[in-house]
């Protein structure tokens, strides 16, 4: 039986995730999300896909994380027409994210046309419409977590909690039958334990191949009592000044829903009476409606709490939603005395772009940046201690003071990595995708010394680069990029 592996994405950088599985012909692609980043990023979504769409038999999509789910409409576009099997609640949200997805690549066809029509040059299209997303939504497949299914001939799936965001699966594929069976783990991405809301990510009991990110592969989070400590104080710094926002790019799905949680658990003990804290994302809001009706899929302290505080739901407790545009520039004229959550996570679009614009020259302000920030992302910049930052085309100095908190992260660090590798019986064959090439080396190493006694064949995987299933036991595959 032939069984290859190959990577399309998330191969020494943290977005795009794409890889495909093929056995005896079938093809099953795991996740199809959109490459973000800079600008020179943003248009490799636009290359056409390195393999034949119409012949992937079926999709696993490991969350609805747009760097995982966000070239599902282009896949469709391009001729896929099998199923795509998920967790139920990432077909909810990936109902809010493409469609939000649909209506800014809208936008950024309609400016970039402005600017084409002056050179005259030919309109262009945008990636995906909100038709290519409600053809890709009919042809998704809910299942539950620890449900078993038959995505394509000798393919098993079974999905577990990766603790991630809402519906973060790892993905347990069965291939091939009796004694030549392999078993593929793909980790998606991996959550962390003892955060807020969601379960503790699943440990696996084995693996032949494992699949996994590496996103922190480099590095160990800030403990959580230090990280719920210094945003404490954070407010109390802002609190003794009495002037200035602050404000919290945060990813719309999982980030936001933490923030939301945190604010209600500690406001008193962080004096947050007096500010106004804004969720001030349409898609955001959404989300968050999803996290409060699958209450099932929240662990145990968070129905503990809810239930300690009937008709108080944590989420919604003491925050204000800012659903429309023009509530939203209302709070552009505000100049002390809001919280801010607001997309994107990175600073790349969203209305956080506005309140940056009006708030980044004051140095009374505070920027909370308390999420991965890609290369080439304005985040990033902000994090690298740019002086300025660009924004609609001006350039805006940076005065606010920033501070990166980075034990907000729902990515598993160095450490959380280990341990997760370390409960799968044996030291099976490890393949690093989504992180960056430091980080990924720096794991590869630490990895390689877990199996003293057998050593742990390892690899970081590259573009379009093919692994043969069958020769994992002779698997000697090094980073040549």
């Given at each position: 039986m032939q069984m290859t592996l190959e990577f399309f994405g998330a191969t020494q950088e943290v977005t795009g995730s794409c890889h495909l599985l093929t056995i005896d012909g079938r093809q099953v692609l795991l996740?199809?999300?959109?490459?973000?980043?800079?600008?020179?990023?943003?248009?490799?979504?636009?290359?056409?896909f390195a393999f034949d769409a119409s012949q992937v038999h079926a999709v696993v999509l490991s969350h609805a994380?747009?760097?995982?789910?966000?070239?599902?409409?282009?896949?469709?576009?391009s001729g896929f027409k099998g199923p795509i099997f998920t967790h139920k609640a990432t077909v909810e949200l990936c109902d809010i994210m493409l469609r939000d997805a649909a209506m800014l690549q809208f936008r950024d066809a309609e400016r970039i046309n402005k600017r084409r029509a002056k050179n005259q040059l030919d309109p262009i299209e945008?990636?995906?419409?909100?038709?290519?997303?409600?053809?890709?939504?009919?042809?998704?497949?809910?299942?539950?977590?620890g449900e078993s299914c038959e995505v394509a001939p000798h393919v098993r799936l079974c999905l577990s909690d990766a603790g991630h965001i809402l519906g973060s699966?790892?993905?347990?594929?069965?291939?091939?039958?009796?004694?030549?069976?392999?078993?593929?783990?793909?980790?998606?991405?991996?959550?962390?334990?003892?955060?807020?809301?969601?379960?503790?990510?699943?440990?696996?009991?084995?693996?032949d191949l494992v699949l996994m990110e590496s996103t922190y592969g480099d590095r160990l989070h800030?403990?959580?009592?230090?990280?719920?400590?210094?945003?404490?104080?954070?407010?109390?710094?802002?609190?003794?000044?009495?002037?200035?926002?602050?404000?919290?790019?945060?990813?719309?799905?999982?980030?936001?829903?933490?923030?939301?949680?945190?604010?209600?658990?500690?406001?008193?003990?962080?004096?947050?009476?007096?500010?106004r804290i804004c969720l001030d994302s349409p898609m955001a809001i959404r989300?968050?409606?999803?996290?409060?009706?699958?209450?099932?899929?929240?662990?145990?302290d968070f129905k503990r709490f809810t239930r300690l505080s009937p008709g108080q739901h944590p989420l919604l407790s003491n925050v204000d939603f800012i659903d429309s545009t023009e509530e939203s520039m209302e709070l552009n004229q505000i100049h002390e005395g809001l919280i801010i959550i607001a997309g994107s996570g990175m600073c790349n679009g969203g209305r956080?772009?506005?309140?940056?614009?009006?708030?980044?020259?004051?140095s009374l302000c505070d920027v909370i940046i308390c999420g991965y920030q890609a290369m080439g992302t304005p985040g990033r910049l902000l994090v690298d201690g740019a002086d300025s930052l660009t924004i609609h085309g001006n350039p805006v100095p940076v005065k606010a003071k920033l501070h990166t908190i980075g034990g907000l992260s729902a990515h598993a660090d160095q450490?959380?990595?280990?341990?997760?590798?370390?409960?799968?019986?044996?030291?099976?064959?490890?393949?690093l995708v989504h992180g960056e090439s430091e980080a990924q080396k720096v794991l590869l190493s630490t990895l390689q010394q877990l199996g003293e006694s057998a050593p742990i064949e390892s690899a970081i995987a590259e573009y379009a680069n093919c692994l043969d299933l069958n020769a994992l036991p002779k698997l000697v595959w090094v980073n040549s990029r």
């Amino acid at each position: 039986m032939q069984m290859t592996l190959e990577f399309f994405g998330a191969t020494q950088e943290v977005t795009g995730s794409c890889h495909l599985l093929t056995i005896d012909g079938r093809q099953v692609l795991l996740d199809c999300g959109m490459i973000q980043g800079g600008k020179q990023d943003a248009l490799r979504n636009h290359d056409p896909f390195a393999f034949d769409a119409s012949q992937v038999h079926a999709v696993v999509l490991s969350h609805a994380h747009i760097d995982h789910s966000g070239r599902l409409p282009l896949l469709v576009k391009s001729g896929f027409k099998g199923p795509i099997f998920t967790h139920k609640a990432t077909v909810e949200l990936c109902d809010i994210m493409l469609r939000d997805a649909a209506m800014l690549q809208f936008r950024d066809a309609e400016r970039i046309n402005k600017r084409r029509a002056k050179n005259q040059l030919d309109p262009i299209e945008p990636l995906f419409t909100e038709e290519d997303v409600a053809l890709v939504m009919q042809q998704f497949v809910a299942l539950d977590y620890g449900e078993s299914c038959e995505v394509a001939p000798h393919v098993r799936l079974c999905l577990s909690d990766a603790g991630h965001i809402l519906g973060s699966a790892i993905v347990e594929l069965w291939l091939g039958q009796t004694a030549e069976q392999k078993k593929l783990v793909f980790s998606g991405d991996l959550g962390r334990a003892g955060m807020p809301i969601l379960h503790d990510p699943t440990f696996i009991d084995s693996a032949d191949l494992v699949l996994m990110e590496s996103t922190y592969g480099d590095r160990l989070h800030r403990s959580w009592p230090d990280t719920l400590a210094e945003l404490k104080a954070i407010f109390a710094s802002t609190i003794k000044r009495s002037r200035g926002n602050i404000l919290l790019p945060a990813f719309s799905v999982g980030r936001a829903q933490e923030l939301l949680y945190l604010f209600h658990l500690y406001a008193k003990e962080w004096d947050l009476s007096r500010w106004r804290i804004c969720l001030d994302s349409p898609m955001a809001i959404r989300a968050t409606r999803v996290y409060v009706e699958n209450y099932n899929l929240m662990d145990e302290d968070f129905k503990r709490f809810t239930r300690l505080s009937p008709g108080q739901h944590p989420l919604l407790s003491n925050v204000d939603f800012i659903d429309s545009t023009e509530e939203s520039m209302e709070l552009n004229q505000i100049h002390e005395g809001l919280i801010i959550i607001a997309g994107s996570g990175m600073c790349n679009g969203g209305r956080i772009r506005c309140h940056l614009a009006h708030n980044l020259a004051n140095s009374l302000c505070d920027v909370i940046i308390c999420g991965y920030q890609a290369m080439g992302t304005p985040g990033r910049l902000l994090v690298d201690g740019a002086d300025s930052l660009t924004i609609h085309g001006n350039p805006v100095p940076v005065k606010a003071k920033l501070h990166t908190i980075g034990g907000l992260s729902a990515h598993a660090d160095q450490a959380e990595l280990l341990n997760w590798y370390r409960h799968i019986t044996g030291t099976p064959s490890v393949v690093l995708v989504h992180g960056e090439s430091e980080a990924q080396k720096v794991l590869l190493s630490t990895l390689q010394q877990l199996g003293e006694s057998a050593p742990i064949e390892s690899a970081i995987a590259e573009y379009a680069n093919c692994l043969d299933l069958n020769a994992l036991p002779k698997l000697v595959w090094v980073n040549s990029r």
